[in-house]
Structure formats: C-alpha cells, structure tokens
C-alpha cells in the first residue's frame, strides 16, 4: 500500500482569512492535479495567531467547512490544518481532516497549550486523542507543541497508525528542535510523519519553515526551505514500516509492564 501526500508550505496572511484561503484553495488544487490522496495546510492558516478575534473566526468556521468539504468532494483528495473552533462556548485550535464524501470533518483540539504564544489565555485544551481511517491506512492527528509529547505520539503509535499528521507554526528560533523532533518521532515510532509548518512572521518573531516528510528509518522524503513557500510531495510505502520492524524490532522488545510498575511504585496515589 502507498499513498502520494502534499504539503502546503507558505506564508499566511494575519487576520485576513480570504487571502489565505485564496492560498490554501490553490494549493489543494496543485495538489489534486499531482495525484495526491492528501494535502497539509499549516496551523491556524486561514486567521494566523490573530487569538483576540477568536470569536469572529469561530463564527466564519460553518462557512469554512462547507468550502473546504466541497473542495476535498470535487478534487477526490484529504484536506487537513488547524482552524480557531467553538465548541460549547469554548474556543478550541482544532486540527479538521476533510475526506472526500464525509458529512463531517474528522476533529483534534490541540491537547498541550504553547504559553509563550499565550494560548492557554483563548483555548480549551484538548482532552482526547483522533486516530482516523484513511484508504491507505490510520494517521493520527497533532498539532506544532504536541510534537514535544512523545507519550502523545506513541499512543497513536500503539492504536496502529502509519503516519502521523502535524500542523504548525513553529518558531525560526527552535528550527532545529523541530527538525531533530520529526526525525526522532518517527524513529521511535517506526512511522511515517508529515508535518506542515507555516513561514514569514508570527507576531514580532519568524516561523521556521522546513516542512517535511520523514519515513520510519529517519530519512527526510522531501523537506521545505525555511523560507520559502512551496508544495511538496511524497510518496509514502507502508511496506517499509514492515521493513524497519524486522530489522529493528523494537516495538516488541518494548517493557511495558515494566515501565508501568515503575511510575506506579514512584507515583503512589491515596
């Protein structure tokens, strides 16, 4: 089984939702007339981190998903990115995955808050994980901070995904921790990860680009510029999740009974 995934690496345009979604229907475009089954758009791209106008995001949300699900219906190919939500007069940033002849978008709400971008001010953290079934196989959903949680990752890992999904807006400052984090999750996890990462300004800072695609041994498929907008494509072949495990069978040869009877002896309740 393989699939051909894109991602949408590009500037966004903060508080101006029409220019980005001219941006983002574009590259859905460039990305359906590619052959791919799939195609990533960074975090919060249609608004940026304009987080004070959550309310008047969150009420554009309906209109935004009727467009995107009838560009995911006409072009045969997954949408996902991150988007400002209202659920239950919370607001939320929730990664949406369209599928082609879904009623609804498949939902993550970003689990760890990033306080340095004073997201635990506006957002609700999430309180549940997203694992979806595509034609190709389980992705699991995540968003730029979660990407420092590896026991988030590996929980996906361990309900059987073969990819894992990241949108971000992750800072110039930390290019290498981002770098360094895509690899290491994708080795300990023996998975594919495809992370969308925005560029150009984030408030007074930079975002650092290089959006990539990593395969389960560690190696970078196609990798962005750090400044540069681009669509980049690759071509994922699960058989090479087998591969990795029969050579570097570390998913069975993992402790876990250990590892929990440690934390429950070190982390006594009552």
């Known amino acids: 089984m393989t699939a051909k995934i894109a991602l949408a690496q590009f500037e966004i345009a903060l508080g101006d939702p029409e220019e980005n979604l001219h941006t983002g229907l574009s590259a859905i475009d460039q990305a359906a ?39 995911a219906d006409s072009k045969n190919l997954a949408i996902g990115g991150s988007f400002i939500t209202n659920q239950d007069r919370q607001y939320y940033n929730t990664y949406l995955l369209f599928q082609p002849g879904q009623l609804e978008p498949a939902r993550y709400n970003k689990t760890h808050l990033f306080q340095s971008l ?39 890992a361990e309900r059987g995904i073969v990819c894992l999904l990241v949108a971000a ?51 970078v498929l196609t990798e962005g510029s750090p400044d540069e907008p681009a ?6 072949d699960f058989a090479e999740i087998d591969r990795v495990q029969q050579v570097v069978p570390s998913t069975i040869d993992r402790r876990t ?10 982390h006594p309740t009552g």
């Open 231 to 236: 669509l980049l494509t690759a071509n994922l």
């Open 169 to 219: 807006e992750w800072g110039q400052s930390r290019a290498e921790h981002w770098r360094t984090l895509l690899k290491a999750r994708a080795i300990e996890n023996q998975i594919f990860v495809a992370a969308t990462n925005g560029i150009g300004p984030i408030h007074e800072n930079q975002l650092a680009g290089y959006s990539a695609v990593i395969d389960p041994w560690g190696a």
């Open 33 to 71: 007339k590619q052959g791919c089954q799939l195609v990533q758009l960074p975090e919060l791209w249609l608004s940026g981190y304009d987080l004070p106008n959550c309310e008047k995001y969150s009420r554009l949300t309906s209109e935004w998903l009727q467009r995107l699900q009838a560009a």
């Open 118 to 156: 004073g997201e635990q001010n506006y957002f609700s953290p999430g309180d549940h994980l997203t694992v979806v079934q595509l034609p190709w196989g389980k992705v699991g959903l995540a968003i730029c901070y979660d990407l420092r949680f590896p026991e988030l990752v590996r929980a996906y």
């Open 257 to 266: 009974d250990l590892y929990q009877q440690w934390f429950k002896e070190n």
